[in-house]
């Protein structure tokens, strides 16, 4: 009699389990479907487009590099090349000084040397050849004197010492240089030191004129 009963209770509850309705599968509704693929797209253009500016900026940022180190390879250039040209100015200035006294000791020797002893001549001569040398070996190392007696004063080049008051050579001519300039390519290393001509005015003469009365 149990056993019938169970039968009975198995049967039952099978019925039960196959009246169940099934799971209802949830439909995608499709504009849900339509809104999530234009988020998706939306988001991709956002990213490309930041991945654009920081390319952009990256550009910029080599081209404005790149520019930096060309301004500093040229600049180091022409520090190369100046130091080269000018780095021994100082010596220079320090030498001529000593051409100077070279030529002051040969101006002071007479016009007539016939009188002198033979050994005073030679010495005379070797002191020349010596000057001539050494302003050749100046030369070759680009290095020029300026003498600028009768040029047109030129305060680039020349420092007025004195003026002379003279009709004989235009106002503002060099009439005398009382120590020559040197240039070292087209740097000044000294200016030349010189008088320069002054015309003499009406004034001056009748000023002249009254003092020797």
Do not use: C, W
């Amino acid at each position: 009699m149990s056993n019938k009963k169970e039968k009975s209770k198995s049967i039952v509850d099978e019925v039960k389990i196959t009246d169940e309705e099934p799971p209802v599968k949830k439909e995608v509704d499709e504009n849900e479907k339509f809104d999530s693929s234009e988020d998706i797209q939306d988001h991709k253009d956002e990213i490309v487009l930041e991945l654009e500016q920081k390319v952009d900026d990256l550009k910029d940022q080599l081209m404005r590099s790149l520019a930096d180190g060309e301004n500093l390879r040229k600049r180091t250039q022409k520090d190369v090349e100046h130091a080269k040209k000018y780095s021994h100015i100082s010596f220079i200035k320090e030498l001529v000084s000593s051409v100077d006294n070279l030529q002051r000791a040969l101006q002071s020797i007479p016009e007539d040397t016939s009188s002198l002893p033979e050994p005073i001549k030679n010495l005379i001569v070797g002191l020349e050849i010596v000057e001539k040398e050494v302003i050749s070996t100046l030369e070759k190392h680009n290095v020029k004197q300026i003498n600028p007696l009768g040029e047109k004063f030129d305060y680039n080049f020349h420092q007025a010492m004195f003026e002379v008051v003279t009709n004989e050579s235009d106002p503002g001519t060099v009439v005398e240089v009382s120590q020559k300039g040197y240039l070292l390519h087209d740097r000044l290393v000294r200016p030349a030191m010189v008088g320069i001509a002054k015309k003499i005015d009406a004034e001056d003469t009748e000023k002249k004129t009254d003092k020797e009365q």
